[in-house]
Structures are given as structure tokens and as C-alpha cells.
């Protein structure tokens, strides 16, 4: 996918400069410039206020025209929208995070996701903040979740539930990749 040029469009959809975009997202102009010549890749988190500055959710960005042929019910693992096509790492080669959407979520009043984060990776360095509330369930691996002061690794079958608006920040510290199924309402991720 061309993330630099889906990003381009968007700003210039909006009338932005290059320079307005840095300012509303709170990166630099040349971070911008190499973002949409595709020269590096945004984090999660850089990426979510790259789009709030443009109003947009990543849902929206990364989402494919669902045909209009009557509702869809039921989706293969091949029908999920990736909604993270960085690399992210902090360990010896990239590991990238994989946030794949179930269905298009700006159709309807919940986002589902299945996350997975390879050992090391991470939402980025940024907190996330959105309009909305998120559960989630570790399926497998563990994940250390930070929200807001309060920090917590959670292992299989542990959950969690907050207030999106709150700052938080997901990260894989083990050797080995987790995976956690979550929701949130309304979609705004």
C-alpha cells in the first residue's frame, strides 16, 4: 500500500502544507516530507496524529471500497484490513505490528481487531489517544499495556477496558510474539 501517498492525498484534501501538517501532528516538515515520498515508515502512534490532523481515522485511511451488494456477515483471515503496514522494532531485524480490522469499520458502530506484536515491537514511542473506549483479550504472549500512570503485563486470557481518551501505549517485551483480539466503540481508531 502507498501510505506516503494515500497520506499526501489526504493533506492536500484538506488544503495543507507540508509545514501545516507538521504543526497540527507535532512533527517536523521533514519527517512529512519523508513519510510521503514512502523514505521511512510512521509508527502507530505518529500515524494516528498524522491522520487526527487531517480528520481522519486509520480505519478510514486503510479501508477498501466493501461492495454494496446487501450486507456482509462474515469475513475470511484473507478479507482483514491491515491497519499497520510499518515496520517497528526494537530487536535485530524490523518486526512489524500487524492491527487487522475486521470488516470496514466506518460502516458500522464497533472496530474489531487482531493484533499481533512480534517480540520487541510496539505502538511507538507516543502515547495513543482517541475518542472512544477498547477492551481487549491476550490470546496468546503477553503485552505490557500502559494507560494513562497505570502499567500492567498482561499473559493469556487477561483483558482489558478503558477510556481510549486516556494516553496509552502497547509493547511486546518477551521473546515471543503476542496476540490480543480487541474492540472499540465507536470506531475511531
Excluded at 135 to 144: D, H, K, L, M, N
Aim: charged fraction near 20%; aromatic fraction near 6%.
Amino acid at each position: 500500500m502507498d501510505v506516503g501517498g494515500k497520506l499526501k492525498a489526504a493533506r492536500r484534501s484538506k488544503g495543507l502544507s507540508q509545514r501545516d501538517l507538521a504543526l497540527r501532528a507535532g512533527l517536523t516538515n521533514g519527517a512529512i516530507s519523508l513519510i510521503e515520498q514512502n523514505k521511512t515508515s510512521p509508527s502507530v502512534a505518529s500515524l494516528k496524529r498524522l491522520l487526527d490532523a487531517v480528520s481522519m481515522t486509520l480505519s478510514e485511511f486503510f479501508s477498501e471500497i466493501e461492495e454494496t451488494n446487501g450486507p456482509k456477515f462474515f469475513y475470511g483471515a484473507d478479507e482483514f484490513i491491515e491497519l499497520s503496514p510499518q515496520e517497528i522494532g526494537l530487536s535485530e531485524g524490523a518486526s512489524r505490528v500487524s492491527l487487522r480490522q475486521v470488516g470496514n469499520a466506518s460502516l458500522h458502530a464497533l472496530q474489531m481487531l487482531h493484533e499481533t506484536y512480534p517480540p520487541g515491537a510496539d505502538t511507538g514511542p507516543g502515547m495513543l489517544v482517541h475518542e472512544s473506549e477498547e477492551a481487549g483479550i491476550v490470546i496468546s504472549g503477553a503485552i505490557e499495556v500502559t494507560v494513562g500512570d497505570h502499567v500492567k503485563v498482561l499473559n493469556p486470557n487477561d483483558g482489558y477496558l478503558f477510556d481510549s481518551r486516556l494516553p496509552h501505549r502497547f509493547r511486546n517485551l518477551g521473546d515471543t510474539p503476542c496476540v490480543v483480539v480487541s474492540a472499540c466503540t465507536p470506531p475511531s481508531f
